[in-house]
């Protein structure tokens, strides 16, 4: 080929590699660094019951440096192997959060944190879950854990096993982002999770996309069958909150109710940011 106007040589090829591989060494370095230094922080938002408009918990969302997305980032720790200790990290930071709270006696919320399948799908990670878990006791049974599926997860039966085993350790297990192209209806259906997060695209697009309006429906419908109560992601508004409570869905996390935060305290009075009451159908925050 080589010759050829426009085509590559093989040493254009190499030079391609070389780059990409240069970047990627790069990359995981940052992420070992992260890793190693503690260079992030969780930043939290509230879930909220939307009968009663009262905190229920809150999801602890990974945050490095002030660009990076955290999607990004997490797919990227997944490709190259760094995830497990990534998602240890964070189980550990929010333990540790919960920890401090109940030595102070202070209240703080129930916490959610997002572990990946690759994570509890790896035999080896169980172990150093409950290694994790076990000298912190009673005080695991505030967390919760947010599994999203990934293509990575053909194996129910093992990820079951990992989840039975948490739960029977007094965690609550809940199925992230349910509608989306990752997360199908056959997990809601072969996983035994506690709770099940609709995905926040499907939730947005609900009231004006008469599709995702449908898959929403059948959803809600499937939930109510098994038995799961259903969490509605990406809130942002009260036509979306008022279609949402008419469904039945219990409870719903968005800008709408509040954004991720840096601090646990201030959302120990339950919703500060919202009017002090409302009326009539709506919710009303005291
Ligand atoms: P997720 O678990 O589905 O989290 C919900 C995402 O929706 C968060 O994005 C949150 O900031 C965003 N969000 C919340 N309310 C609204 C809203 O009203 N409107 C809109 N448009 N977005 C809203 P974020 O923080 O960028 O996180 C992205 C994803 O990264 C998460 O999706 C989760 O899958 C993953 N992730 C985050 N932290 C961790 C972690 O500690 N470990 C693992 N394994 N994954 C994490
Ligand atoms: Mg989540
Ligand atoms: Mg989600
Ligand atoms: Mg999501």
Known sequence: ???????????DVNSAVVDMLQSTIGRVGQVRRILEQRDFHLAYQPIVNLVTGKLHHVEALMRVGDSASPAEFIAFAERVGLICD?????????LDALKAAHDQKRAIPDIAINLSAVTLNSPLMVEQLQTVLRPYGIIARKLLIEVTETAAVHDFRGLNQTLDRLRRMGLRVCLDDVGSGTTSFLSLNELRVDYAKLDGRIVRGALTNSRDRAIL??????????NIELIAEQVETDAQLHHLRQLGVRYGQGYLFGKPSASLSNLDQGMPSRPARRTGKQVSWE
């Open 86 to 94: 990534l998602d240890l990290l964070v189980l550990q930071t929010a």
């Open 217 to 226: 429906h059948s959803i809600v419908e499937i939930a109510r069958h098994i």
């Open 1 to 11: 080929a080589a010759g050829r106007p426009g085509a590559l040589g093989i040493a």
